[in-house]
C-alpha cells in the first residue's frame, strides 16, 4: 500500500471502505467525494504503542500506485472523518482539481 500517513506510526494494512448506494449513505460527504470524484476511504490498521488501532482516512484513487500522503487526518470512527470533510469540503476540491496555487504553498511557508 503506498499511502503514507500523517502520523509517524507503522502502517501494518488497510482495506478500502465501498460506497454502493446513494440513498442509503449515512456518510454522505464521504459517499458524494467517493462517487463522484474518485476518492477511496481506507480503514487501516496502525501500531501505536505496540498496540494494533483501527483509524479511516480518506485518500485518492491512485493510492496504491503513486506514494502520496493521505488527504485528511486519520479519524477512529466513519462519523467523525464525514465530518471533518463535510468542514472543508471546499478546499480539498479546490487542491484535488486545480493543486495548489502558488500563494497557497506561499501562505503555508509563512505559518510553518
Do not use: C, W
Request: charged content about 25%; proline content about 4%; aromatic content about 8%.
Amino acid at each position: 500500500m503506498a499511502v503514507t500517513s500523517r502520523v509517524s506510526e507503522p502502517l501494518l494494512g488497510g482495506r478500502e471502505i465501498r460506497f454502493l448506494d446513494r440513498q442509503q449513505s449515512n456518510y454522505p460527504h464521504l459517499m458524494r467525494l467517493a462517487l463522484d470524484f474518485g476518492f477511496r476511504v481506507l480503514e487501516t490498521l496502525q501500531v501505536k504503542s505496540d498496540q494494533p488501532v483501527k483509524s479511516f482516512v480518506l485518500v485518492t484513487d491512485d493510492y496504491r500506485t503513486i506514494e502520496t500522503e493521505a488527504i485528511s487526518p486519520h479519524f477512529k470512527t466513519l462519523k467523525e472523518l464525514d465530518t471533518h470533510i463535510g468542514e472543508n469540503m471546499v478546499d480539498i476540491l479546490h487542491d484535488y482539481l486545480f493543486g495548489f496555487v502558488e500563494d497557497d504553498i506561499q501562505m503555508a511557508q509563512a505559518q510553518a
